[in-house]
């Protein structure tokens, strides 16, 4: 186990300070050490940066559900195994931008474990993201015993770039013949792919023609390659078959980024196969940028769709 899996004895005795409102006497002052079922943050320890591969940049953060139980253990964790979310960041496969992503806050709340990964990132580095993910999952299953990750219930989500690496992630999860490979009968439960790149080479063409300040992100990351082959290995949209896990993808109509052809595209070729699917579109919206209700509506969706596979 690593050992900044937990946090430092020095912050939970700090924590262990008694809670008081301002006035009155101390015993008047105490908080009550009750609290409503409407919080959930104190069921939840988070380790940082702990590893999964060998390169720095190969790191992940877990939140655990879980038990504040005092000295000497500190920290329990679930006596039963809980559904797990695999959530990647985006940042173009160029910048890494792991941090506490609103997104997946949702499952938190539900009682879900959260890994949530970092990779090799930067321009020419395609595709090594892919390895990455695929091999973030690999971790997922080799400690789902220790850290009760229920192998059933993964679902792996991601945002823009980490969209589609979720979607990659999702189908290669079950095939054999990669290093990082899971094994035999392991399957992805659902892919939640939030605005993600289906077609890299497609986007790249979209993008020559955008003024943005990040340039073409696509072309960074595939670099001297050949822009041709690395899309047809490692786009979502020529890689799913008919075994792929379901996909939710949710995505706005007005991206500028990753243009909204590139779900329709995927879900066109989804319902091909016969996979089970949904493309919510939300009408207007752009890279990230919804309104109160559409965020609203789309977590509904999303926690409507991975219930539905169960």
């Known amino acids: 186990m690593p050992k900044n899996l937990f946090l430092p004895l020095a912050t939970l005795l700090a924590l262990a300070v008694p809670l008081v409102a301002c006035g009155g006497s101390s015993a008047d002052r105490m908080v009550e050490a009750t609290a409503p079922d409407s919080f959930w943050s104190h069921r939840i320890a988070v380790g940082h940066n702990v590893p999964y591969g060998s390169n720095p940049q190969q790191t992940l953060d877990l939140f655990r559900q879980g038990s504040w139980v005092g000295e000497p253990a500190f920290f329990e964790g679930p006596g039963e195994a809980r559904p797990t979310l695999l959530f990647i960041h985006g940042g173009g496969w160029i910048v890494a931008d792991r941090r506490p992503e609103p997104l997946f806050y949702p499952f938190l709340e539900r009682g879900w474990h959260v890994v949530s990964m970092t990779y090799r990132v930067g321009p020419g580095t395609a595709p090594v993201a892919v390895d990455d993910a695929l091999c973030a999952l690999n971790w997922i299953t080799r400690n789902a015993d220790m850290l009760r990750f229920d192998l059933d219930r993964v679902v792996v989500a991601g945002v823009s770039a980490g969209g589609h690496l979720a979607l990659t992630t999702g189908t290669l999860g079950s095939r054999p013949g990669h290093d990082c ?39 960074s990351w595939v670099g001297e390659k050949p822009m041709a082959e690395i899309s047809a290995a490692y786009s979502p949209v020529h890689m799913i078959d008919a075994s792929s896990p379901p996909v939710l993808t949710i995505h706005g109509t007005d991206d500028s980024v990753v243009p909204h052809s590139q779900a329709v595209a995927l879900h066109d070729r989804l319902d091909e196969l016969g996979v089970r699917n949904e493309l919510l579109s939300l009408q207007g919206g752009t890279h990230t940028g919804f309104t109160d209700a559409q965020f609203q509506a789309a977590f509904e969706k999303m926690l409507e769709f991975v219930d539905a596979g169960e």
């Open 181 to 219: 490979s899971p094994g035999d009968g392991f399957r992805v439960h659902a892919v939640v792919n939030w605005f993600g790149i289906t077609d890299i080479e497609a986007v790249a063409s979209f993008l020559d023609n955008q003024d943005h300040a990040f340039g073409n992100y696509a072309r």
